[in-house]
T-cell receptor
Framework: DAGITQSPRHKVTETGTPVTLRCHQT?????MYWYRQDPGHGLRLIHY???????DKGEVSDGYSVSRSKTEDFLLTLESATSSQTSVYFC??????????FGPGTRLLVL | DAKTTQPPSMDCAEGRAANLPCNHS???????VYWYRQIHSQGPQYIIH???NNETNEMASLIITEDRKSSTLILPHATLRDTAVYYC?????????????FGKGTRLSVIA
């Protein structure tokens, strides 16, 4: 299995608070991705990174920001959490854009 | 919108081959066929991918028809741990900003 960890694995927070999720890899892969998974929608891309400090938006980026200051870490921040952001968040990595490997996921509940 | 069509569910007896079909009649010449699976509450797991030739790895075989409009994922000796949702995805291979589009997939139940 690819060396990907996500933290925290579970989080409960209140509406309006900022939340940061962390994805950490030990594979030195260049590309990193954040997805969310919701019933009826499958996985949807939030943001991705194609290198340190290089990021771009996915299809559901509103309300989210990301940062990548070093190769191994990709942070996802919910600037002001809303109940619609209750979801399971998956990080993925890719060496060459061809195949993506996923982390174990973070379950976020926004009350 | 997903570019693939898969049956919603299938059963397979433990130890038998599981053959999961996928239709992708609008596939383009530069698009690959990828297969992932997701075991309950876990992250999606990459299985295999191919362009037009049949592919095999330690997990599965991928058979792509000559016209590339359909494919079959074969798990040669299914075990209970293969119970999962299997996703067939069509995507341009080397394209970092093209997300993996997961449809509804096929829920495979391996039965003892």
């Amino acid at each position: 299995d690819a060396g990907i960890t996500q933290s925290p694995r579970h989080k409960v927070t209140e509406t309006g608070t900022p939340v940061t999720l962390r994805c950490h890899q030990t594979e030195n892969h260049r590309y990193m991705y954040w997805y969310r998974q919701d019933p009826g929608h499958g996985l949807r891309l939030i943001h991705y990174s194609y290198g340190v400090k290089d990021t771009d938006k996915g299809e559901v980026s509103d309300g989210y920001s990301v940062s990548r200051s070093k190769t191994e870490d990709f942070l996802l921040t919910l600037e002001s959490a809303t109940s619609s952001q209750t979801s399971v968040y998956f990080c993925a990595i890719s060496r060459d854009q061809e195949t993506q490997y996923f982390g174990p996921g973070t379950r976020l509940l926004v009350l | 919108d997903a570019k693939t069509t898969q049956p919603p569910s299938m059963d397979c007896a433990e130890g038998r081959a599981a053959n999961l079909p996928c239709n992708h009649s609008t596939i383009s010449g530069n698009e690959y066929v990828y297969w992932y699976r997701q075991i309950h509450s876990q992250g999606p797991q990459y299985i295999i991918h191919g362009l037009k030739n049949n592919e095999t790895n330690e997990m599965a075989s991928l058979i792509i028809t000559e016209d590339r409009k359909s494919s079959t994922l074969i798990l040669p000796h299914a075990t209970l741990r293969d119970t999962a949702v299997y996703y067939c995805i069509v995507r341009v291979g080397y394209s970092g900003n093209t997300p993996l589009v997961f449809g509804k997939g096929t829920r495979l139940s391996v039965i003892a």
